[in-house]
């Protein structure tokens, strides 16, 4: 038993570990991972820009300081495939998630504040998507692409757009029948008022997870038709199709189909992390 007077130190304890061990220390980490991928997509293909060129002579060559990542089975640069080809996920991904956003966010503002037969529309449009699985569509666009990027583009926004209109057209509706929304209405502050203090601070934490998870739902979407052979037409460089290609040369060059697998898991890792700091604000 302490001494009268003493610091009573053992209560203490649980507290000061909670606070020297953070919880959202791994969330840290996996976010300086996931600002690393997109460094390495943004200054990667300028420093190795050859990624199309080949030369045979160096047919599987190992990795030096000069090609961190060796050679592949046509002679190519394998870090200059993997800057590309992450640079494109990326870029793909984020703008499939924008355009999705934006359209349905927009349709289920209009959906929720004008009601009667647009709001009609918009739901049995909705309800159409909802009846074909996401991977149908991205599988018919694919189809139809031809490995051509924009194909490939309008399918993955195509297959996201719903879940944003659902969310949006739900949560206003509620937002624009609370009592807050009706004395705006008596004040006559307008809709541009509504949206800014209302619809918009309750909309935002949604959108943002919404929007981080799709970002890894497309750059997994992207891979997965690289990787059965109907994305991206060779020879530009995608992800999946850099892990399809390496796989029969695996025990010469286990690095080729290793390096894309890490940077897929880097990604969806450090994307998770940052929609379970959205999730909690």
């Given at each position: 038993m302490p001494a009268q007077g003493g610091p009573p130190a053992l209560p203490l304890v649980p507290a000061v570990r909670r606070r020297l061990v953070p919880g959202t220390a791994v969330q840290g980490v996996a976010a300086a991972l996931l600002a690393v991928v997109v460094l390495f997509a943004l200054i990667g293909p300028?420093?190795?820009p050859d990624h199309?060129?080949?030369n045979l002579s160096r047919f599987l060559e190992a990795p030096s300081l000069a090609e961190p990542l060796g050679r592949d089975h046509l002679g190519r640069s394998v870090v200059a495939r993997l800057a590309h080809a992450t640079q494109l996920s990326l870029m793909m991904a984020i703008a499939c998630v924008a355009t999705a956003l934006l359209a349905g966010t927009a349709g289920g503002l209009i959906a929720a504040w004008r009601g009667g037969w647009i709001e009609t529309a918009l739901n049995?449009?909705?309800e159409a998507f909802m009846a074909l699985p996401a991977?149908?569509?991205?599988l018919i666009f694919s189809a139809l692409a031809n490995g051509d990027l924009w194909t490939l583009y309008a399918g993955l926004a195509l297959s996201q757009w719903v879940e944003y209109?659902?969310?949006v057209r739900?949560?206003?509706a509620l937002v624009l029948a609370g009592p807050a929304v009706e004395a705006a209405g008596l004040l006559r502050l307008g809709p541009v008022h509504?949206?800014?203090r209302h619809l918009w601070p309750d909309l935002r934490p949604l959108l943002t997870t919404m929007a981080t998870f799709g970002i890894g739902s497309s750059i997994l979407a992207l891979s997965t038709l690289g990787f059965v052979g109907i994305g991206v037409r060779p020879p530009t460089p995608e992800l999946g199709l850099m892990i399809t290609e390496a796989f029969p040369?695996?025990?010469?060059?286990p690095w080729m189909s290793l390096a894309p697998v890490l940077v897929l898991t880097t990604i969806l890792i450090g994307l998770l992390s940052l929609r379970s700091k959205e999730a909690r604000q």
């Open positions: 300028l420093a190795w199309a060129v080949q049995g449009l909705s991977l149908l569509v991205i209109f659902r969310m739900a949560r206003s509504v949206m800014r040369y695996y025990h010469e060059a």
